[in-house]
């Protein structure tokens, strides 16, 4: 007659609670999608070495502009030597891209997350400047 029906339950503190009431999936990949998509600026990982190594010399340039009497100058004047010589680009500049890209996005969007630091070194205009665009 009937077929038996099983439902699956979560123990939790209080007594058991059907899964179903604690665990939905939600679907918002085609949302974020199209947010990323109306974003003119690459992501760290779209950009060819040139591009990387020139966005790494105008950071350098600018941080140096932004913040002149900052120790940091002398270790990203560091690591930004000898890249032409070994074609290639220091990946903590990678992380740096990627804050400014994500804190002008954000910016953007108009989405405030109150996990990320307002007011953050790159959060200067001019370090907008330096995102290369699609």
């Known amino acids: 007659m009937f077929g038996k029906v099983f439902v699956s339950y979560i123990r939790t503190r209080i007594g058991f609670k059907p899964l179903s009431t604690i665990y939905?999936?939600?679907?918002?990949?085609?949302?974020?999608?199209?947010?990323?998509?109306?974003?003119?600026?690459?992501k760290w990982h779209e950009l060819n070495m040139s591009q990387k190594q020139e966005f790494i010399q105008r950071f350098v340039k600018n941080y140096r502009h932004q913040y002149p009497s900052?120790?940091?100058?002398?270790?990203?004047?560091?690591?930004?030597?000898?890249?032409?010589?070994?074609?290639?680009?220091?990946?903590?500049?990678?992380?740096?891209y990627n804050d400014i890209w994500k804190s002008f996005k954000n910016e953007q969007l108009g989405t405030n997350n109150d996990n990320m630091k307002s007011g953050s070194r790159f959060s200067h205009p001019s370090f907008k400047q330096l995102l290369i665009q699609k």
């Not at 939905?24 to 690459?42: H, M, Q, R, Y």
């Open 24 to 42: 939905t999936p939600v679907s918002s990949s085609s949302l974020s999608f199209d947010k990323e998509a109306c974003f003119p600026f690459k």
């Open 70 to 96: 900052s120790k940091t100058n002398v270790s990203l004047k560091g690591l930004s030597i000898g890249m032409d010589e070994h074609n290639d680009s220091p990946s903590v500049f990678g992380i740096f």
